[in-house]
């Protein structure tokens, strides 16, 4: 019996001390980092956070006047701008490192760059001198060994007033020989309106890119291809069998190509079909890219980042800044034509206008003409006024009904009339403050607000014709808040409390409907601009934490120093696009001023640094003198903000909420 119990025992501790080992063995194995979550996934988690606390009530406690308030304020946000660190620096370093990044295994020094610049000028020089020769590597002397030694396939582009006049590549050489063949190549490219003369060549800019990194994308459907390929940044070819085609990465940029658009185009180039890209036997490859060009001025090196030059954080100064929305003001004055219609987007590549006239281009026009009477005033610029004064004369001559027995005014366009159209005519003459200027029509659209609020639901409708109805549910997230910035913007210019008293009355609605929608991004901007006017009028804290409440969320969309494109940082949100950053900036710039008078110094720092963040991506989506390589006329594309990063198309909303955001910088951060 004693023999079956030492067996027994044997038994239960040896496995015993087979678990611990085994258990053991687990825990001493490297531990594995978990990947840092990309800003889409972290926005996510605060989106499925936010949809989680829907139906909750607004806070129902009474006011607390004054700047302090008995009541606890919401805590500042906790993000890389609230920490004590030079954030200028941050962002400079992660723009060198991004560039690197992008340069793979190829080393190329800017001496390298000089030198590729030179020899290819030397090939076009001596091919149009009296007595040209056919010049090889043998003819160039104190070689770089990065140019010798290594090879990528490169690509010569010619641009002469702005036109591409010829662009070729060559690959089996070393980097020199390459940029040899591929300038004569590009010389006798008689694809662009005839092989380039001597005549142009004297003006001509020389542009090189080089392809690199390879990596094959497996996927057919746009929506996975767009995961993988990044317009602008990435050359990309298709090929099946031995048909192949590329496209540089400028190309979708120059011609404001989508990406489907640009893949069905590359299919046409290859001889595959436009639909190759569908088909699992089509190879789609993308590659890294280093760009580099002259200058215009004095054909010098310029190093290009998606076909544009980067705009490092230092260089968002208070006098670039002002500069830049110098550059918006001139462009929406030059777009106004003499009958008074401004431009609604601009092709600057085509030289091409688009003139739209949906309600929600009038919406974006009458939007722009406010914005270009504020920037007259800032710059007291009579220009900028006038324009400003046609822009106004074209809608109300041609689009005003006066409602002469509910005595208020609207704009209608086709069936449509609403209370954005009316806001932002009201704003453009409140800031035009000009009293022999449409008085009665100032008096009627300010009535045609006060006449959409809803007094039992305590909300505006967004909508008057066709019905109060329509659209509400979309329209509520944004032509309220835009109407109540005219009211308060009124308030301020005349003191009439019955504005104040709507704005007051109507704030648990919205306050609720913020904390309810998941559109809590596109809420935020308008209503934070009617309620950072209402708190400065009243001083009641509970206005000022609304603020805070929506502009800390804000700032987690806005890409950090950790996006993979460093041209982005600063954006808000992933598509890169500049009319969206432009007003998230308004509102935290108003947020700003609020926290300034409040003297909360954590939430200043957070504001200020996203602010000027958000300024450095609208300054670089701006044309300005050194960037407009392929724009065909250069007084209408100067100023101009381009709709997306990747894009060379500009509709007026990117320029209008650009100049705002630079307007509302330099007024509320350096004053």
């Known amino acids: 019996m004693n023999k079956y119990k030492r067996a027994i025992t044997v038994a239960v501790c040896g496995l015993f001390l087979v678990t611990y080992f085994l258990s053991r063995s687990r825990l001493i194995r490297p531990v594995q980092k978990r990947p840092r979550p990309t800003h889409s996934q972290k926005t996510e988690k605060s989106v499925s956070a936010n949809q989680a606390e829907k139906g909750k009530k607004p806070n129902g406690s009474k006011s607390n006047k004054g700047p302090v308030g008995k009541a606890e304020a919401p805590k500042p946000p906790e993000t890389v701008y609230a920490k004590n660190i030079d954030f200028v620096r941050l962002v400079d370093d992660a723009i060198a490192e991004g560039i690197k990044r992008n340069s793979g295994d190829l080393r190329l020094t800017e ?33 770089p060994k990065n140019v010798s030694a290594q090879t990528a396939q490169l690509y010569v582009t ?6 591409v006049r010829g662009c070729q590549s060559s690959s089996k050489k070393s980097l020199l020989g390459n940029a040899i063949r591929a300038t004569y190549r590009a010389i006798d490219d008689q694809r662009f309106n005839g092989v380039l003369t001597a005549e142009e060549s004297s003006d001509t800019i020389i542009d090189i890119t080089i392809l690199l990194n390879p990596v094959g994308v497996n996927k057919h459907k746009i929506r996975q291809i767009k995961r993988e390929i990044e317009l602008g940044i990435h050359a990309i070819s298709l090929q099946r069998g031995k048909k ?220 008057y014709l066709p019905d109060r109805q329509a659209n509400f549910e979309k329209k509520e997230i944004y032509y309220p808040g835009e109407a109540l ?41 308008w209503v934070s601009k009617a309620y950072a006017k209402v708190f400065v009028a009243t001083q009641e804290r509970k206005y000022a934490d609304f603020l805070f409440t929506m502009n800390d969320y804000l700032l987690k969309g806005q890409r950090d120093v950790d996006e993979e494109y460093v041209d982005k940082i600063g954006c808000f949100f992933s598509k890169g696009a500049s009319y969206s950053t432009g007003v998230m900036v308004e509102a935290v710039a108003e947020a700003y001023k609020v926290a300034k008078m409040l003297g909360d110094k954590e939430r200043m720092e957070a504001y200020r640094r996203s602010v000027l963040m958000g300024n450095r991506f609208l300054m670089q989506c701006q044309f300005t003198n050194e960037n407009m390589f392929t724009a065909k006329d250069h007084r209408l594309t100067l100023g101009g903000v381009r709709t997306f990063i990747y894009t060379s198309k500009v509709r007026i909303d990117s320029v209008q909420h650009a100049a705002c955001a630079l307007q509302k910088s330099l007024e509320h951060i350096y004053q």
């Not at 010619?158 to 036109?163: G, I, P």
């Not at 089509?282 to 004095?298: C, G, L, P, S, V």
């Not at 409390?497 to 409907?513: S, W």
């Open 485 to 525: 910035t005219a009211v308060m913007t009124y308030y301020e210019a005349t003191r009439d409390h019955r504005c104040l008293a709507l704005a007051e009355r109507l704030f648990d609605y919205y306050r609720a409907l913020y904390e309810r929608t998941s559109k809590k991004a596109s809420l935020t901007p």
């Open 244 to 463: 192949k085609a590329f496209y540089k990465s400028s190309v979708p940029v120059s011609h404001a190509y989508s990406l489907k658009e640009t893949l069905k185009r590359l299919g046409k180039k290859a001889k595959i079909g436009e639909q190759a890209y569908q088909k699992k036997d089509t190879k789609i490859r993308r590659y890294n890219t280093i760009q580099f060009a002259e200058k215009f001025e004095d054909k010098s090196l310029v190093d290009l980042y998606r076909s544009n030059l980067l705009i490092c954080q230092s260089d968002v100064t208070e006098d670039s800044q002002r500069a830049a929305l110098r550059l918006c003001a001139d462009y929406m004055k030059n777009h106004v034509d003499p009958n008074g219609l401004m431009t609604y987007e601009y092709d600057t590549y085509n030289d091409k206008k688009s003139q739209s006239m949906s309600t929600s281009a009038v919406v974006r026009r009458l939007a722009g003409t406010w914005i270009l009477a504020s920037a007259g005033a800032y710059f007291n610029d009579s220009e900028c006024k006038a324009a400003a004064k046609r822009s106004i004369d074209y809608f109300l001559g041609r689009y005003y009904v006066h409602d002469t027995e509910r005595n208020f005014g609207y704009i209608r366009i086709a069936e449509d009339a609403n209370i954005a159209m009316a806001a932002f005519m009201l704003l453009a003459l409140v800031e035009l403050d000009d009293k022999e200027f449409h008085p009665a029509e100032k008096e009627q659209l300010l009535s045609l607000i006060f006449a959409m609020e809803d007094k039992e639901k305590g909300f505006l409708y967004p909508v």
């Open 158 to 163: 010619l641009l002469a007033n702005s036109k």
């Open 111 to 143: 001496g390298d760059k000089k030198y590729l610049l030179s020899a290819t000028r030397a090939v076009l020089e001596n091919r149009f001198s009296a007595n040209p020769k056919e010049m090889t590597e043998a003819d160039f002397k104190n070689i």
